[in-house]
C-alpha cells in the first residue's frame, strides 16, 4: 500500500482499541505464572518493531508511556526532551525523545532483541511445547486439519 501511496483505512483509532480475547488470555497466562515471557510487541515482552505510544530519551534510555499516538516513525526524534533528573538533582537530563516505531528500513533494537534472545535461551533449557492446529499457516493452508508443533 504504502509503495502505491495509498493510506490504510480503519475503523476504529489506536487510542479506542481495546485488548483481543488473545490478549487478555495471554496476559492471564503471565499472571499466573505460566508465561515467563513473550516476545512480541509491550511491558514483559520484546517490543521489536517500537510502540507508536512510546518515546525514549537518546541519553538516558528513560521511556515515556503516552496516552495518545506519538506521531512520529522511524525512530526520529518526536520535539520533546528528558525531563529525568541526574544524580544529586543540579539539573535534568534534557536528552532528545525518540520514536520507538521502526520504518521498514530501521535495525530492530538491540535491547530488545538481546532481551528476547536471553528469553529464548531461557525457553531452550526447558523445551516448552504446546501442539497448536496450524490452519492459518501458508505452509498448511491445503491440509487444515494438520497439526504441528508450536514453540511458546
Known amino acids: 500500500m504504502e509503495e502505491r501511496g495509498e493510506m490504510p483505512h480503519f475503523n476504529t483509532t489506536f487510542e479506542d482499541s481495546s485488548p483481543s480475547l488473545t490478549h487478555i488470555a495471554l496476559l492471564q497466562l503471565q499472571r499466573t505464572g ?15 518493531h517500537g510502540n507508536m505510544f512510546v518515546e525514549e530519551c537518546e541519553k538516558c534510555d528513560k521511556q515515556y508511556v503516552r496516552d495518545t499516538v506519538i506521531g512520529v516513525m522511524g525512530v526520529k526524534p518526536t520535539g520533546r526532551y528528558c525531563d529525568v533528573t541526574r544524580s544529586r538533582g543540579l539539573r535534568s537530563c534534557r536528552g532528545k525523545l525518540i520514536s520507538t516505531l521502526l520504518d521498514w ?7 530488545d ?11 531452550q533449557q526447558h523445551q ?14 491445503s491440509n487444515l486439519g494438520s497439526r504441528q508443533r508450536l514453540n511458546v
Request: charged letters at 30%; proline letters at 2%.
Open 113 to 123: 532483541l538481546n532481551r528476547a534472545d536471553e528469553a529464548y535461551s531461557v525457553y
Open 105 to 111: 528500513e530501521d535495525s530492530l533494537p538491540d535491547r
Open 128 to 141: 516448552t511445547v504446546l501442539w497448536a492446529s496450524t490452519c492459518c499457516s501458508k505452509e498448511n493452508n
Open 34 to 48: 505460566h508465561l515467563k515471557y513473550l516476545i512480541s510487541q509491550n511491558d514483559r515482552l520484546s517490543e521489536l
